[in-house]
């Protein structure tokens, strides 16, 4: 536990003005990120008696051992910045709000030639209009359907509309007129946009006034004695309302606004929040967060607001955001959001009304969310508890572990070995600390020398990681330096980070589990066990746990240790090696199929993606690439003389001696337009 006035900066190095500050601890992590009008006066805050300060800001200033930061010109600037770094470095005693599930939205693809109405979920893409989020996906396709019978806007996918063009035959939809049917230019692309556009309209809202004037043209139709297309006029208005059933009204017709509602106790939050558009609710969605920081309701709120709107631009962020408490600075914060909206936008408490009334409905709402999700995690949390206390007790170990990780090993008949690495942290998977490796050290099959390999690649990394912050001095290590392995963490683009200057951001490996689990026996225990003493590491519990009776085998012992069927420790163990068997083999799929898809054209110097594409669409296939003379590939554009021998030697090179065959029904085996075997 550091001393906070160890490093507590003099009063006259922090400036007092507008700016963001971290906290790291003496790894150089960033355990906290923080804004204040004044650095000066906020941070003389945490630098006071002990005993005067909250328990969690008292453990984040014991367990920190430094801190800087950043001034900036504005509050809005200040906002925008710690909302960044609060996203980058995710400091462990910020609040942070998470999704318990990822919401759909209903997605308009305006970025494509004919735009498609169709369920998303995930990340936003630029280019597309989104309207929700919805509880539930089919809640979004019965309000689709409903709507499509008005403006029959494409909903296939990209494939299914390739092939209505080139057979010239609309999909089912198109011939029960709920597609407009552009596939086969029944309209075209401008009318079909238009169509797109007017479904926008209607889904943001301004529904009253395209009711009224389908009501209109139905009367005229009608008083013309047109009365088929007046039925259908009167079926399409009787589907929009249908459609507009689906969302309550609540507040005036013209009203956008998104209401917050929080919900919490001593340790957690819930946070609730309504989307209104066009005075009917157009979605809802909710979170869940610890408490790891000494906020009150204001900062709760701020932070639900930046995790809401930090992403967001244009009309997602609404004209009115009604909230139950005001954040520290409000006009920096509506400042902030209009900035991100493009126009002005008001942050308020609600008075009176029916926003108020519609508040309290929101904030029922987070009372119930949170009593759910207490409700849940205490049985979870039992459980979990229970889980780890039975693994301690049966491995005779001094404590639980709390960290758990599990290695597999995986091949396709000595083919792609490959190995996996997946981490549990109190009995939940931590996916963001899985690895995955190549094995490098050897060629064939061998899963006891595989697992030596890695086990001995990841505690090298370890090692290597404690020398580089101070930490190798108190623990004894092996003589010599620890030499460096080339290709550890393959498969992951950042495999080079760790070698990076400290830059308080999360370290590969950096941290050691209470127990390592094998994926096998007896002969991948003890190879790892002497992974482990050949770097004089003697502090981490080892065990494997077999497939084939489920039995739990520790070094040097001749007898497997039996848990009982029903044991929840037996269970997390088994959960914990299926997650590392199922992301090993998803890897070595992955190399498999890479391998197979190569082209002999990849081993050509210097062509790319786009000439080999040429190649390929020129002649067909590759096999009849192959057949062509170095003048006739010259023949294709951006290919030279040089580029054309190149090729030829290289498909020469590359021939098969004989056809390859399918051993399991004897099928001769053609190459496709890619240039690999089916």
Known sequence: MADPSSYRPKPGQIPDSPGVYKFRDEHRRVI?????????????????????????????????????????????????????????????????????????????????EFPR??????????????FGPYGHAWAIRETVDLMLRVFPVRTCSAGVFKNAARTGRPCLLGYIGKCSAPCVGRVTPEEHRELADDFCDFMAGRTGTYIRRLEKDMMAAAEEMEYERAARLRDDVEALKRAMEKSAVVLADATDADLIAVAEDELEAAVQIFHVRGGRVRGQRGWVTDKVENVDTSGLVEHALQQLYGEESGDAVPKEVLVPALPEDPAAVSQWLADRRGSQVSLRIPQRGDKKDLMVTVQRNAQ??????????????TTRSRALEEIAGALDLDTAPLRIECFDISHLQGDDVVASMVVFEDGLARKGEYRRFQIKGFEGQDDVRSMHEVISRRF??????????????????????????PGEGDGDPRAAEDSREDDGRPKRFAYPPQLLVVDGGQPQVAAAKRALDELGIDDIAVCGLAKRLEEVWLPDDDD???????SEGLYLLQRVRDEAHRFAITYQRAKRAKRIRASPLDAVPGLGDTRKQALIKHFGSVK???QATIEEICEVPGIGRR????????????????????????????????????
């Not at 119930?368 to 207490?374: D, I, T, V």
Request: glycine fraction near 6%.
């Open 643 to 678: 580029t054309a021998e190149s090729v030829a030697v290289a498909l020469a090179a590359a021939a098969p001696a004989a056809p390859a065959v399918n051993t399991a029904t004897g099928e001769i085996m053609e190459e496709d337009d890619g240039g690999s075997t089916t």
């Open 624 to 626: 009849k690439l192959r």
């Open 560 to 566: 497997p240790v039996v848990l009982p069927r029903s």
């Open 368 to 381: 119930q969310a949170l009593g759910l999700h207490k409700t849940k995690r205490a049985s979870d949390l």
């Open 460 to 485: 090298r990394r370890y090692l290597q990681e404690k020398e580089r912050t101070g930490e190798w001095e108190e623990t004894p290590a092996p003589t010599g330096p620890v030499p460096a392995v």
């Open 32 to 112: 906290y990120v923080g804004k204040a009008k004044s650095l000066r006066q906020r941070l003389a805050n945490y630098f006071q008696d002990l005993s005067g300060l909250h328990p969690r800001t008292r453990t984040m200033v014991t367990t920190a051992a430094s801190v800087e930061w950043t001034v900036v010109a504005t509050e809005v600037e200040a906002l925008q910045l710690e909302y960044s770094w609060i996203k980058e470095f995710d400091p462990r005693f910020n609040v942070k709000y998470r999704d318990d599930k990822s919401y759909p939205y209903l997605a308009v693809t305006l970025n494509e």
């Open 117 to 130: 109405v169709q369920v998303m979920r995930g990340a936003k893409k630029k280019g597309v209009r989104y």
